[in-house]
T-cell receptor
Framework: GAVVSQHPSRVICKSGTSVKIECRSL??????MFWYRQFPKQSLMLMAT?????????EQGVEKDKFLINHASLTLSTLTVTSAHPEDSSFYIC?????????FGQGTRLTVV | GEDVEQSLFLSVREGDSSVINCTYT??????LYWYKQEPGAGLQLLTY?????DMKQDQRLTVLLNKKDKHLSLRIADTQTGDSAIYFCAATLSGGYNKLIFGAGTRLAVHP
């Protein structure tokens, strides 16, 4: 069964609006979760590391005010794309570490029109 | 920093073996992984290998690691049409296993 549940799987929003993506760890408590972005036919780019109860750690070049991350519990992290623009359209995937292995959510296809 | 490279495309006939290759640069990478991604889906872990191992086999999948050359391969025996997907190689950054660096992915096409 799924280890990581990500919702929604697909969302279309208007420019200027905000979109929230949820990532849930189903099988274990996760003090750390990871958010990736994937452009078409490209690899995954790590955006940020979400830490339960503290601020997220963002990778270089990722705007923290644009991509708000909240990790309020041991099983839930959310990524909010604020004031979305067409260039934010992408596939966003979250990941949870279970021991030595990283498990991934199903991904969220965001389209900003 | 770590750099992971893969060939971008592989085409094989159904029933043949597929070999997907990957090279990485950080010799202290602790774990190396293979993930499969089908269209519009997340990543599915196929297998992983610890850096002190040379080979790992799991049913139709065989992973070979040449640590000296920093080369990793994934062999899929008796390739089926359901194996058509993008395969990502990933390596941990030195010393830990939190951050993963991914290759660009190899698109495997299986034809009759």
């Amino acid at each position: 069964g799924a280890v990581v549940s990500q919702h929604p799987s697909r969302v279309i929003c208007k420019s200027g609006t905000s979109v929230k993506i949820e990532c849930r760890s189903l099988d274990f408590q996760a003090t750390t979760m990871f958010w990736y972005r994937q452009f078409p036919k490209q690899s995954l780019m790590l955006m940020a590391t979400s830490n339960e109860g503290s601020k997220a750690t963002y990778e270089q070049g990722v705007e923290k005010d644009k991509f708000l991350i909240n990790h309020a519990s041991l099983t839930l992290s959310t990524l909010t794309v604020t004031s979305a623009h067409p260039e934010d359209s992408s596939f966003y995937i979250c990941s949870v570490r279970g021991g030595r292995v990283a498990f991934f959510g199903q991904g969220t296809r965001l389209t900003v029109v | 920093g770590e750099d992971v490279e893969q060939s971008l495309f592989l085409s094989v006939r159904e029933g043949d073996s597929s070999v997907i290759n990957c090279t990485y640069t950080d010799s202290s990478s602790t774990y190396l992984y293979w993930y499969k991604q089908e269209p519009g889906a997340g990543l599915q872990l196929l297998t992983y290998i610890f850096s002190n191992m040379d080979m790992k086999q799991d049913q139709r999948l065989t992973v070979l690691l040449n640590k000296k050359d920093k080369h990793l391969s994934l062999r899929i025996a008796d390739t089926q049409t359901g194996d058509s997907a993008i395969y990502f190689c990933a390596a941990t950054l030195s010393g830990g296993y939190n951050k993963l660096i991914f290759g660009a992915g190899t698109r495997l096409a299986v034809h009759p």
